[in-house]
């Protein structure tokens, strides 16, 4: 997209992914521009769920890499095999070694503080898997055996998303599931939980009336106590947005966030993503497999058909593509 | 079994309604009275008429201490599989791992003589520190492969410390630990073993702490990341949890309970031994957090209470019980003559044990005190619009 | 968007199969070869004669593991509960068999084969339909209540049904350990290559045939079909008309008789049983099933033999109590590298 100067907050490269034999999304090269919100369409099993979890840092891909605002985020590594012996190598080493030491000890004394320095290690070692500290992943990635960013990494680098078939925590009441979105911008620790810190209190307080801000946001006010799965299904819809936003997100994934709307719901939602740009000044990108709800909304629409992308453009332009017209209306002639 | 009469279920959930409508900084305060009364009122049950035939005061006390130890392995593996729903079936390994760190840290077998205080916390941390060992390579596993990842842990612990002889004096177990000091505070120096009121009130101390610590957990930023993770794993992750490392917490936090508890229990014993922590203790343990509850810090405190005393008492009772009926010897077509009295009850211990757990399963299947959200999910399947219903007024009361 | 499936190739499971076979026997023969101090005892032919009764004994507990691993993956494929109780059908299994052949008045090796026959069909099917029934009672009266219930509820009540068996069997029966009289007379059949004890033969071919009819039954029949898709989706199959709750009996059924089945493999072949074997044995043929990938058939046969390789292969080194930490630690590692098992399938969860 040359006609914005800002360079694109999202860059899918080449993006492949097979399972077992089936070629779900083929070398896609894909970006987003900072500020606009991009549709991705396509036919039923076009492919493009699978494109949306590879960018969410869900599935890894087979080929190719994304970078989200300019970070290489997600790319398959040349050894990712090796990434579970990055798990057990070091500690079994530590741990031998403790043990080598200890049974060769003279005293009990030095034996003891050994196998409690051989523990420390281990669990050293493995405190640097889970966390992986910038320099644990340039090395990791150094030596070719970096596994793409996990899901958590994505929204901690500014990716929200909602869900297809809504997946909202339905035990919980509206506020929480918001709060829960909030958790990667929190900072107050178990130890702050504990003491009952004044960290603790005044972030519970922010994180509460950011919360019911985010519900009104999107036209939940008043629901903020009523337990998720008691909601409407157009009110979960709204809420997975209100928890998304929560997590301050720079971009924000939407999958196919109308589906099983009626025309009056699926109007008020565009309004909706709309005024999430306007006035939040979010990117969105926007998966859809009904061509008329991102018409009217989108800046740019991206066609997939069977894995590949076979049009891009204006809405204009992609309705006018006559291969567009044969995925869809090919599809809708044999169904 | 019928000596968990303080905390009917009307009573409990009175208690329990009154903690969650106070505010955070009163929580703490409603556990220190709760637990207070609690502890006041349960050895005068010694008192009542069909308890007090069962042993003296000092029995019941002693038990109740016992008990006390089993109440805390609850609350810690509730953390586990209430709060994270991960499955962990070995749980009795940290409560061996905090034994034996007492067996270490206080005995005549190392000679070390490390106050027992002390020990406390290093037996909460060793057992969390071997939490974290196993909890890292495996909680990136689904829940049942995590389930026999626990439930083979749990049986290794008590092989090693079976078969690592020179270290651990095999079968014959460590003996000689050293008794709690408690520094001539009421007049107490060495705790000692005829009396079992400095042990009832230690292990009363203790559980008011654990409770106090987990209820603010729950209730907090971490708190919410269990339960998104217990609901839907996949969504917590992309709503920016770190899965695995809340996952490691929960489990360091339940192996340290259960090393306190581990602590605890081989002080007041005196002995380790690889028998004492077998599967049937992890297994006990899960029953007490299922039927109390999952979720529910004080129902899972009842469920082990109520189990407990069911295994160390009303099972032994019952025999005397129906011995002491005087059922005359009666006649069956196929099997003959029958003699209830003549029945050793002992025997059928497990038995009886395995058809409580069934029964109460089947008429309780959501535990006796089901937290709110819990009851949520069971009737999310039920899926009957009346209780649908029912849970919307609730949920609007509640507001 | 289909599940992933592995894809193996055509020839990759027997090849993977036969070299993990030969290395096995090499392991095995190192072993055997090598004394506790690290020195030559023995000669080499001597040695390959040794471990070729440890490589055939390996196979024999791995068979006998993988028989109770079925009832495992089974129930679990279909229901997903670690079914506890299943160990302690095995159980009973081997109490009614010891049960048929003590009445029979079997008190040791039979040389007449029309009778040894007669008592092995007795021994086998009635221990079958007494744990498949078993299973089925306790399915219905213990998990069928309980399957919209919180996930956890059936596992306590599987726990419970379990010390109710346990506890069954020591008081009414025995609470030690009982002799089972074996009736297949053991001779050693040189088959070329190597020889075999004919209870090794017998057990192996018994269970593989065991299992190669499971496989048929579950791909080719109409009830194998319900419990496929009953397995992948309950609602759906529901909806197309499969009967959940006679799918899910016949499940049962079919799992505990081959645990009872087992249960007769384990007089025949160890000539003992114990209230308690339940549980030990129950633990190492869940971890089969697991080690295999739960809730696949073939899976739970390989771990089954895995884990008896496992054992063996920890005798022959003289590490023989240390075989449960060892099992265990292959468990563990194996799961780091394929968190589903060896041929479970690798979860790609759908958003």
């Known amino acids: 997209m040359t006609d914005n100067a800002k360079p694109p907050i999202l860059v899918a490269k080449g993006v492949s992914k097979h399972f077992g034999g089936l070629v779900a999304v083929n070398s896609v090269d894909f970006d987003v521009p900072q500020g606009k919100i991009v549709s991705l369409i396509g036919p039923n099993g076009a492919g493009k769920t699978t494109f949306f979890n590879i960018i969410a840092g869900l599935y890894e891909p087979t080929h190719g890499s994304v970078s989200f605002t300019g970070v290489e985020m997600i790319a398959r590594g040349r050894r990712s095999w090796a990434e579970p012996l990055a798990w057990v190598v070091p500690p079994l080493i530590i741990a031998l070694i403790g043990l080598i030491v200890a049974t060769a000890a003279s005293s009990t004394a030095l034996a003891a503080v050994t196998i409690l320095v051989s523990l420390i290690l281990l669990i050293s070692a493995f405190l640097l898997a889970i966390a992986r500290p910038p320099f644990y992943l340039r090395l990791l990635t150094r030596l070719g055996i970096f596994r793409s960013a996990r899901p958590n990494d994505m929204v901690v680098a500014g990716l929200g998303r909602t869900f297809q078939n809504i997946r909202l925590f339905k035990t919980m009441t509206a506020r929480d599931n918001v709060m829960v979105g909030m958790h990667s911008r929190m900072r107050s620790t178990p130890v702050d939980a504990v003491l009952r810190s004044r960290r603790h209190y005044r972030e519970e307080k922010d994180a509460d009336a950011k919360a019911r801000r985010w519900l009104a946001f999107v036209g939940l006010a008043g629901k903020e106590n009523e337990v998720a799965r008691n909601l409407a299904y157009g009110d979960q819809r709204r809420l997975e947005i209100a928890r998304a936003l929560a997590s301050e997100p720079k971009l924000l994934l939407l999958d196919e966030p109308t589906a099983g709307m009626n025309p009056s719901e699926t109007a008020e939602m565009t309004t909706l993503f709309g005024r999430i740009r306007t006035e939040l000044g979010l990117t969105i990108l926007l998966i859809e497999h009904d061509m008329r709800v991102v018409m009217g909304v989108s800046d740019r629409v991206t066609v997939l058909d069977h894995g590949e992308k076979i049009a891009e453009g204006t809405s204009q332009e992609v309705r006018a593509n006559p291969r567009v017209i044969e995925a869809y209306l090919g599809k809708a002639a044999r169904a | ?31 220190l009275v709760g637990l207070a009364l609690v502890g006041a009122l349960l050895p005068l049950i010694s008192a009542v008429p069909p308890f007090s035939g069962f042993g003296t005061q000092k029995d019941w006390v002693g038990g109740f201490a016992d008990a006390g130890v089993f109440v805390l392995l609850a609350v810690g593996l509730n953390v586990v599989v209430g709060f994270a729903g991960l499955l962990d079936l070995g749980y009795a390994a940290f409560f061996a791992i905090g034994a034996y760190t007492y067996a270490y840290g206080a005995s005549t077998f190392t000679g070390l003589q490390t106050p027992f205080w002390i020990m406390l916390v290093a037996g909460a941390v060793v057992a969390a520190v071997f939490g974290i060992t196993l909890g890292a390579p495996t909680l990136r596993l689904r829940g049942d492969y995590l389930a026999i990842v626990t439930l083979g842990f749990g049986e290794i612990v008590p092989v090693v410390a079976l078969n690592a002889d020179t270290y651990t004096r095999g079968t014959n177990g460590i003996v000689g630990l050293a008794q709690p000091n408690a520094y001539g505070l009421f007049g107490i120096t060495s705790f000692p073993i005829t009396n079992p ?66 602590v605890f229990y081989a002080a007041k014993l005196g002995v380790v031994d690889p028998t004492q922590f077998h599967f049937d203790v992890s297994f006990t343990v899960l029953a007490m957090v299922v039927l109390g509850g999952m979720g529910n810090i004080w129902g899972v405190a009842v469920g082990a209470f109520v189990i407990f005393e069911i295994q160390h008492q009303g099972l032994k009772q019952l025999g005397a019980f129906i011995q002491s009926l005087n059922v005359p010897v009666f006649q069956v077509p196929v099997l003959g003559s029958v003699d209830l009295g003549g029945i050793n009850f002992l025997k059928f211990q497990f038995l009886l044990y395995g058809l409580a757990l069934v029964a109460m399963m089947l008429l309780r299947p959501e535990g006796l005190f089901p937290s ?19 849970d919307t007024s609730e949920a609007v009361k509640g507001a | 968007m289909s599940r992933p499936r592995p894809s193996l190739g055509r020839w990759r499971l027997p090849v993977g199969a036969v070299i993990a076979l030969v290395v096995a026997f090499l392991i095995i023969l190192f072993g055997t070869l090598i004394g506790p101090e690290g020195t030559i005892q023995m000669t080499l032919g001597r040695g390959v004669q040794l471990a070729e009764t440890q490589y055939i004994n390996a196979l024999t507990v791995g068979a006998l593991y993988a028989l109770v691993a079925l009832g495992y993956t089974m129930v679990y494929g279909i229901i997903e509960l670690i079914n506890f109780a299943h160990g302690d059908v095995w159980m009973v299994g081997s109490f009614a068999s010891w049960w048929v052949i003590t009445s029979l008045g079997v008190s040791g090796p039979i040389t007449d084969p029309v009778w040894l026959v007669i008592v092995l069909i007795l021994a086998f099917s009635i221990s079958m339909v007494a744990t498949g029934v078993l299973g089925v009672i306790i399915e219905r009266f213990a998990y069928r209540p309980l399957r919209n219930a919180p996930r956890l509820a059936p596992l306590i009540t599987a726990i419970g049904v379990s010390y109710i068996l346990e506890n069954l069997i020591e008081n009414l029966i025995s609470d030690s350990i009982v002799t089972i009289p074996r009736p297949i007379p053991n001779t050693e059949l040189n088959l070329g290559l190597f020889s075999i004890g004919s209870v090794n033969l017998f057990v192996i071919i018994m269970a593989v045939a065991l299992m190669a009819a499971l496989h048929l039954f579950i791909n080719r029949t109409r009830l194998g079909r319900a419990m496929r898709s009953t397995a992948a989706d309950r609602d759906a199959a529901q909806l197309m008309g499969v009967n959940i709750n006679q799918t899910i009996a016949v499940t049962f059924f079919i799992g505990s008789a081959l645990a009872g089945a087992a249960g007769v493999v384990q007089g025949l072949y160890l000539g003992y049983s114990q209230f308690q074997i339940g549980f030990y044995g129950g633990l190492r043929a869940f971890t089969a099933a697991v080690l295999g990938g739960i809730g696949n058939t073939t899976g739970a046969a390989i771990g089954g033999f895995v884990i008896g390789f496992l054992e063996v292969t920890c005798n022959v080194f003289g590490y023989g109590k240390w075989s449960e930490a060892f099992v265990f630690a292959t468990l563990v590692l194996v799961l780091v590298f394929r968190p589903t098992g060896i041929l479970g399938q690798q979860q790609g969860d759908r958003a």
Do not use: C
Not at chain 2, 1 to 30: C, E, F, N, W, Y
Not at chain 2, 372 to 390: D, I, K, M, W, Y
């Open chain 2, 197 to 262: 009121w400095p042990w009832y009130i230690t292990v009363l101390g203790i559980i008011a702490i654990a409770f106090m610590i987990l209820y603010r957990l729950e209730d907090s930023r971490l708190g919410r990341a269990w339960v998104a993770i217990r609901e839907d794993e996949l969504a917590a992750a992309s709503m920016g949890i770190n899965t695995i490392s809340t996952k490691l917490l929960a489990f360091a936090i339940g192996a340290s309970t259960s090393g306190l508890g581990g």
């Open chain 2, 1 to 31: 079994m019928t000596d968990t009469r303080r905390q009917s279920p009307s009573g409990l959930r009175a208690v329990t309604g009154r903690i969650g409508s106070i505010a955070g900084h009163h929580q703490s305060l409603t556990i």
């Open chain 2, 372 to 390: 709110r959200q819990r009851r949520h999910e069971l009737h999310e399947v039920a899926e009957e619009s009346e209780e649908a219903a029912e």
